[in-house]
């Protein structure tokens, strides 16, 4: 392309196979000097391989990679560091117990040093911090900062060490609309001083927000490359899925009878000090609530009390007008919740297991998964191959081990396991988390059947998008408090985004807390 | 060359590293064995002849194989379920005073009902023993690998006392050692004139039922559940409290079982060293049979064979039995890292 400013990052035909698996197949990706070029795709589509190689973990089989001129060095990440690539990762590295001082200069001083010059870096830091907008303390304890100031301290590391090339990998996932709006401000701030980004994620909003390219893959191939100017939504969903992609949308419907209900409950903390504090709330058969809020507001004390795992301090929980205030997880299955929890992996499945065995977790002590104490393995059988097939669940047989299955491939087990039981109340926290365009549309679907069939589902996620999509009412948590529910036709993400940081919605309240 | 993690692991990879990874401790300790200044052949020769060279020699390793067969179970249990029972040996020595208790005399009652009610009554003994660090891991956080450590040392002391003490058999002329079992309460032999006894029947009838136990029953699904994910299966519903104290119960009792073999099969009678370690042997048993009931038959008698026929190899030449616990413990290391690098390639470049 003619016109442009210099090429900063050229990589060329990298293929890098693992086994049978060709994880990258030929990629070529060009990047300009002051460009930010988003990089798409589905999960195990090969952008973490790439960058792994970028990055001198992985050694690509075929293929090369040059900074400005210069041919980098394959396989050393101290190569990479030094021709100045640098990146910022989804799940932060950083100290916890460290100053954001110590994190920033952690690794920049030679070993041999006699002692630290943190004046210098302390001037550094201001000046960066300064130039793209990364307020922060230097002296602050990591521990105590916020998702989005760790994340600032991240990119401050990378801008420390003077890269060039910055990339960030899925960098808003955490972040509430206004901490984005920020971040893309400091973005655009770093390409006008000439730096070059590159642009991990899978919300096409933001994408076509920021993007100034936009490089497609879908199996290890670079499927589409296109200008911002050309792109739109449907283009790249369209590429990024390999078929035109047509997401599930909310009927109009009514509300029937409450089925959960909160009455002032206070729970999770300690008696004197409960994460959530006096939360009033109720749901509807044939309605889904939205849950928003940065995460740690208090919103897993809700879930576990829905779950199961824990009981009110004090307060009142009814399900079905029925009082809940001393539920059980197992209580809580045979009155009817249907509980999709947040960490899949950790809580939703064992994955030393079967899929067959993961598929009767919460059925097993009662017939006819068995009888009198004995599995009946037979019923089990044919249950797991009816749902594999109902539910779409692919990459294994009944007897495979759940570690081999994909993030989608568990959730539909999850959500075969749940929605069997028909159940009256579902919660599903955080329920379309790391899964692809496809996966996703999947899950919102069957949420909605179950909203049509009458049951009252809970929707807690940190993505607002599928909070709009889903919800007929959100509320908003902020600091262990409930807001009054609003319509998402009424409010933009942006009063959302005000309310999830406590600067409306909650009135004197929040003043009391 | 580097590692690379396989998509699958081939069944044949499986089922081969158990025994290439044995013959590679046996080079190994070929090396020892000339250091020791003995030929490895000749030391081998004579190891496999005193394991499995005569019915004699036969014999005698299933008679050490009983007791680890229950022990290894006792640990397969309990491992499965995440709870580190390290107290094999105490329960062991539980069961042992309790069938001493009623098995001497107080209780009399014809075989076909005496010898369950022996087991049942040690296995109780075995059970409780291990229930006490179960509920202290539930409630207090406390850590089962130290407690049911300890908890051998207390048993074993006890034994000590009894058997010098009020338990003291007057007619043993001085030696610290319990009562004779009465008749109706001793094991039956299985051959004649070897000492191999009922007891194996009842250790192998033991591996079958555990393994239907883990196979085909709730406690089974729920001990495995609990053992790889206890978040999840708390999640799921699963009683916590009741599944750990059931694998303790079951646990601590199979280990009591090797004290009845031991007291009312091998001796007849309680000393306090009727168990040269089965309990902690039991740990490298059920570890090498990576936790499968019917494995633990095979390496039970695979540890029985070669402690066996060390001994007869050190009567026999100078070398020091001990190469039989270097010998089992090198297999052990190298299964696990057979089993665990079965799970990965060799690549070039």
Redesign the interface.
Known sequence: MSGQTPLALQISAITKRFGSLTANDGISLDLHEGQILALLGENGAGKTTLMSVLFGHYVADEGSIKVKDTLLEAGSPAASLEAGIGMVHQHFTLAENLSVLDNIMLGTERLTAVRRDTSKAKRKIAKLAGAFGLAVDPNASVGSLTVGERQRVEILKALYRDVRILILDEPTAVLTPQEADNLFDTLRKMTAEGLSIIFISHKLHEVLAIADEIAVLRHGKKVAAFPIEEASREKIAEAMVGEPVDPPVRQPGEPGATVLRLNNVDAGGTVDRPTLKSASFTLSGGEIVGLAGVSGNGQSVLADLVSGLINPHSGEMSLLDNPANALTPATAVRAGVGRIPEDRHATGVIDEMSIRENLALESIRRPPASRAGWVNWKTINERARTLMSRYDVRGGEIGTTVRRLSGGNMQKLILARVLEASPHVILANQPTRGLDIGATAYVHQQLFNARARGAGVLVISEDLDELMTLSDRIVVMFHGLLSLPISPENVTQQEIGLMMSGQSGFGEAVDAA | MRL????HVPLWMTALAPPIAVAVSFLFCAILILWAGASPLSAYGDLIAGALGSRFAITETLVRATPLIFTGLAVAVAFRAKLWNIGGEGQLYAGALMVTWVGTGAVDLPPILMIPFLFLSAAAAGGLLLLGPALMKTYLKADEVVTTLLLNFVVLLLVNYLLFGPWKDPMAMGWPQGAAIIDNGLLEGLVPKARVHMGLIYALCAAVLVFIMMR???????I??VG??A?????????MTWTTVRTALISGGLAACAGVTEVAGTKGYLTADISPGFGYTGIAVAMLAGLNPLGVIVSAIFIAAIYNGADAMSRSIDVSNYIADVITATSLLLVLAAVALSRY?LKR?
């Not at chain 2, 690379?4 to 998509?7: L, S």
């Not at chain 2, 085909?216 to 729920?222: L, N």
Request: cysteine-free; overall charge neutral; aromatic content about 16%.
């Open positions: 690379e993690a396989r998509e085909f029953t709730i406690w089974g699904f729920e495995r559940a790889h994910n978040e999840a299966a708390r999640f799921a519903g699963m009683p390639r470049g």
